[in-house]
C-alpha cells in the first residue's frame, strides 16, 4: 500500500491489484443489487471468500443503488465485507448522489462495526460505465468530506486500483485539488 500525496489535509492509500489479497479490517464490494455475486470484482471478492458469503448475502434481500450493507469476511483476509451497489452511469446528476451515498454509507457503517482499514474499488467504473475520473472526483471528495466529520475516529482507507491507469486517474484528480 502506498500513499497519494495528502488530499485535503488527510492522508489516503492506494494498492495497485486484486483487492482480495488485501490485509484489512474490510473490503467494499462494488455489488449489484441482488447481493448474490456477479462479475468483476464481485465475482473476484466471492470466490476468494467461498460460499460462506453467498450464504450470507441470501439472507439479506438485496441492497439499494447507493446503499450499503455488512456480512463477514469468510476466507479473505479482510473481517468484513461492505457490500454496497453503485449506479448504473446514466449521464444525470442523481449518478453522483448514489455514488457518493456508496462511499458515505459504507464508511458509516465501518465506523459502527469498529473497523479502523477499509479498501474500496472504483465502484461503478466497470460494467456499469462511470467515467473513471468523474468517479475519481466524487469518491475522494465524498471520503474527504466523510474525514473531516470523523474526525475523532481512526481510519485508514486504501483505493484499490485493479491497474496502474486508475491509480494514475485517482493521482490526477488529488493533484488538480
Ligand atoms: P461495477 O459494476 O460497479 O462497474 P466492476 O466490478 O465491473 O463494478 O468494476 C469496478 C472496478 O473494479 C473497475 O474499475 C474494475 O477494473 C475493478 N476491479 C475488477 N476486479 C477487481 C479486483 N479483483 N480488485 C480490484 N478492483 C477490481
Given amino acids: 500500500m502506498l500513499e497519494f500525496e495528502e488530499y485535503n489535509g488527510h492522508k489516503l492509500y492506494y494498492d495497485i491489484g486484486d483487492i482480495t489479497k488485501l490485509d484489512v479490517d474490510c473490503l467494499v464490494n462494488a455489488a449489484n443489487s441482488s447481493l448474490l455475486g456477479g462479475g468483476g470484482v464481485d465475482g ?19 441492497c439499494k443503488t447507493g446503499q450499503a450493507k455488512i ?10 465485507v461492505i457490500h454496497t451497489v453503485g449506479p448504473v452511469y446514466s449521464g444525470s446528476k442523481s449518478d453522483s448522489e448514489k455514488l457518493s451515498g456508496c462511499y458515505k454509507n459504507s464508511l458509516d457503517l465501518a465506523r459502527v462495526y469498529d473497523i479502523h482499514s477499509i479498501a474500496f474499488p472504483a465502484i461503478s467504473t466497470g460494467v456499469y460505465g462511470y467515467p473513471k475520473d468523474k468517479a475519481a472526483k466524487v469518491a475522494l471528495s465524498t471520503i474527504a ?4 466529520e470523523n474526525e475523532d475516529y481512526d481510519i485508514k482507507i486504501i483505493m484499490s486500483c485493479f491497474d496502474e491507469y486508475t491509480a494514475k486517474i485517482y493521482k490526477m484528480v488529488i493533484s488538480e485539488n
Fill in 44 to 62: 473476484a471478492i466471492h470466490r476468494a471468500a467461498g460460499r460462506g458469503l453467498l450464504k450470507e448475502c441470501r439472507t439479506l434481500n438485496g
Fill in 71 to 80: 456480512t463477514k469476511g469468510y476466507n479473505l483476509k479482510a473481517h468484513y
Fill in 145 to 148: 468530506h466523510w474525514l473531516d
